[in-house]
């Protein structure tokens, strides 16, 4: 835990010990929060995947503590509650637990809802004295496919139901005609869209999150019990500062190191839109202005990325260069003052398509970020969307059948950096799920999985290279609706300081009957046969530096992506027994 001490005479004092204790108190309860959560959802998303996030705020909506849960969810939703508590205020009442996902309500994008419950003082019923979040990605809820991660929607309402606020739970009792209402009859009014296709397993998933909060809760009543209200309270203020001041030190060192308080930098999506940052540092403060002016306009897809997903990917980036040990909190956006124009990709209409931009779109974020910083080369880019499914409202008898979807998120590889390998295979930056184990996929879903390997090769080459990502291959067992929403398909991730770009990625069907194989590009919707192949292959991390610049022969050798990791690959289990002569 880092202790550095202010020197704004303003800020009271701290002991440094209680406040490793009380960081790491908060951090408990996310984590607490987040093991009830996994146990209790009945999702593969939230309890395979780890789809989900947990948080702690402030009384004014300010992130307090988080366990090590997705980067995008956990910066964003500080946007959330702040929106809620500017809606209800006072008319918040104990037993009120608060549901939403609009993007002009805080939201990353409609899969993801979030579930806010403000946690009263047991001495004073009226008095709030923090927040309790929860953010999970729902596998489907509504919209024009399966999964709610359409590919080329145009518009937010093809993309599921919309929820600015609703209260969930009204004073202890839960509300489950509106919450059936939001999620599956108002999608469905609009022309091509189902309502929520497996609505049990999504309102089953909201009661597990409605019980994280609930635990959360419990134990910061029981904190405050332990030490006072006051005291806590004036733990939280200091851990905020704390982050604030490490982020102003990082910024510090960042010009001495660039030699310059300018930095710069820009990349593209796929479709060439520009994403352009310029950070200007105040080296005597250690204040920065970050100004994305120069961005691509609103996009027609679903590539736009809602204010505060820019928020989650820079607030993600400054904890991720700071080399101390402390939580992610609002203070590490203190020093910044974050500047989007207008109209741009990054500050789109209510109306526009978002669900890529919460994926994709603050990956590229975070990768100019980074390359402004040349922090490390680019990651993957990309989390490799997938989705299928079958049911919902029949476009032609306007018939609903009551169906279901299935979504992941697929790993690759990351960038190199001054003095370490990518790592292959792995989900990067703003996201950090599991995939589906082989055996829960195969069981609960129409599909063989055929292969699922490193990508040998794709790793930019460097003094330190980047690592491989991954190829994944899917045979399905029936006629579904199969969704691909991916990038760095024409745009490669780069590298820094001479080293190679990553490997780009790539994306195939291979139909059956017809003996075919399609590349389909980075993003679309096909009606899959039964028997046909989906083949994804992702994009490799960039490399770091020219061959040259480390010294052979003296033990500085720089070993495999896969060697790096510490731990090769050997054969375990049948594949083994089949090899021993005995066998």
């Not at 004073?124 to 729902?138: C, E, L, N, Q, V």
């Not at 994305?292 to 609103?298: K, R």
């Not at 018939?399 to 001054?418: D, H, M, N, P």
């Amino acid at each position: 835990m880092a202790v550095t001490a202010t020197s704004d005479s303003t800020k009271a004092s701290y002991d440094p010990i209680t406040l490793s204790l009380f960081s790491n108190r908060f951090m408990s309860i996310a984590e607490a929060m987040g093991r009830s959560l996994q146990q209790t959802s009945i999702s593969t998303n939230i309890k395979e995947r780890l789809d989900y996030s947990c948080a702690v705020f402030s009384p004014s909506g300010d992130l307090v503590a988080n366990a090590p849960f997705v980067p995008v969810h956990l910066g964003s939703m500080s946007w959330s509650v702040k929106y809620q508590l500017k809606l209800h205020g006072a008319g918040l009442k104990p037993g009120d637990v608060l549901l939403t996902n609009s993007p002009s309500a805080g939201g990353s994008h409609l899969p993801d809802l979030t579930v806010i419950t403000p946690c009263f003082d047991s001495t004073d019923p009226s008095k709030i004295i923090f927040f309790t979040a929860s953010r999970g990605h729902h596998s489907d809820i509504g919209g024009i496919l399966p999964g709610s991660m359409p590919p080329t929607s145009t518009a937010l309402y093809e993309e599921g139901a919309e929820i600015r606020s609703l209260k969930i739970v009204s004073a202890g009792v839960y509300n489950g005609d509106q919450v059936r209402q939001a999620l599956v009859d108002e999608p469905a009014k609009y022309p091509g869209c189902s309502g929520c296709r497996n609505f049990r397993d999504v309102e089953s998933d909201l009661k597990a999150q409605v019980a994280a909060n609930h635990k959360g809760s419990e134990l910061l009543r029981a904190l405050v019990e332990e030490y006072g209200l006051g005291t806590v309270h004036e733990y939280m203020e200091h851990i905020r500062n704390n982050a604030e001041q490490a982020v102003r030190g990082m910024l510090k060192e960042a010009v001495k190191k660039a030699g310059t308080n300018i930095l710069s930098a820009v990349d593209h999506l796929d479709d060439g839109s520009p994403i352009c940052i310029k950070i200007t540092i105040d080296p005597t403060t250690g204040s920065a202005e970050v100004d994305f002016e120069g961005t691509g306009p609103e996009l027609r897809g679903n590539l736009n990325a809602p204010i505060c997903v820019v928020h989650a990917a820079v607030i993600y980036c400054m904890r991720a260069m700071i080399g101390e040990d402390i939580p992610l909190n609002a203070g590490c956006l203190a020093p910044l003052n974050i500047k989007i124009p207008e109209g741009c990709l990054l500050s789109p209409s209510p109306v526009a398509a978002v669900c890529g931009g919460n994926v994709m779109t603050s990956q590229r974020i975070t990768d100019v970020v980074l390359g402004a910083f040349e922090a490390c080369a680019a990651s993957q880019g990309c989390c490799n969307n997938l989705t299928f499914g079958a049911g919902g409202k029949d476009p032609e008898t306007g018939e609903v059948v009551e169906g279901w979807g299935y979504y992941e998120t697929i790993a690759g590889g990351s960038g190199a950096g001054e003095g370490w390998n990518g790592t292959s295979g792995v989900h990067t930056h703003m996201t950090n799920t599991r995939i589906t184990d082989p055996e829960i996929l195969e069981r609960r879903y129409p599909v063989i999985l055929r292969e699922f390997r490193f990508r040998e090769g794709s790793g930019g080459a460097g003094a330190y290279k980047g690592g491989d990502g991954c190829v994944r291959s899917l045979q399905f067992l029936q006629p579904l609706s199969v969704s691909i929403l991916s990038e760095r398909r024409a745009r490669a991730p780069y590298g820094l300081r001479g080293g190679k770009e990553g490997a780009m990625g790539r994306n195939l069907w291979l139909k059956h009957a017809e003996k075919r194989s399609i590349n389909i590009g980075g993003k679309g919707t096909m009606n899959f046969g039964a028997g046909d192949m989906l083949v994804l292959e992702t994009p490799g991390g960039g490399g770091w530096g020219t061959p040259s610049q480390l010294e052979v022969g003296n033990g500085s050798e720089v070993p495999s992506p896969i060697e790096g990791q510490g731990c090769g690959w050997e054969a375990r289990g049948s594949i083994a027994d089949r090899a021993r002569v005995d066998f």
